[in-house]
C-alpha cells in the first residue's frame, strides 16, 4: 500500500501496508509541523528559548552586537 500526500509545494510518501499506520504518520508529521510553526512564529517576536519539537532544525539565532571599527 502506499499513500502519497500533496501538502502545498511538498508531496510525502509514506510506504506500508497499513492505512492505520500511513494516517497515524500523517497525523503525527501534520502535528510535528504545526507544533515548528508555532515555535518559529514565538522566535520572530523575540522568545529565542522556546523549546522546539524533537528533530527540528533552530534557526540560528540574531546577533546580539554589532562589530564597530575603531580608527
Same mark, same amino acid.
Given at each position: 500500500?502506499?499513500?502519497?500526500?500533496?501538502?502545498?509545494? #511538498?508531496?510525502?510518501? #509514506?510506504?506500508?501496508?497499513?492505512?492505520?499506520?500511513?494516517?497515524?504518520?500523517?497525523?503525527?508529521?501534520?502535528? #510535528?509541523?504545526?507544533?515548528?510553526?508555532?515555535?518559529?512564529?514565538?522566535?520572530?517576536?523575540?522568545?529565542?528559548?522556546?523549546q522546539?519539537?524533537?528533530?527540528?532544525?533552530?534557526?540560528?539565532?540574531?546577533p546580539?552586537?554589532?562589530?564597530?571599527?575603531f580608527?
Amino acid at each position: 500500500m502506499r499513500l502519497v500526500v500533496f501538502r502545498e509545494q #511538498f508531496s510525502f510518501l #509514506f510506504l506500508t501496508s497499513c492505512k492505520e499506520l500511513a494516517r497515524e504518520l500523517l497525523e503525527d508529521f501534520e502535528e #510535528f509541523c504545526f507544533r515548528c510553526k508555532e515555535c518559529y512564529q514565538e522566535w520572530l517576536k523575540g522568545n529565542f528559548l522556546i523549546q522546539w519539537p524533537s528533530g527540528a532544525y533552530q534557526p540560528p539565532l540574531p546577533p546580539t552586537v554589532n562589530l564597530v571599527e575603531f580608527a
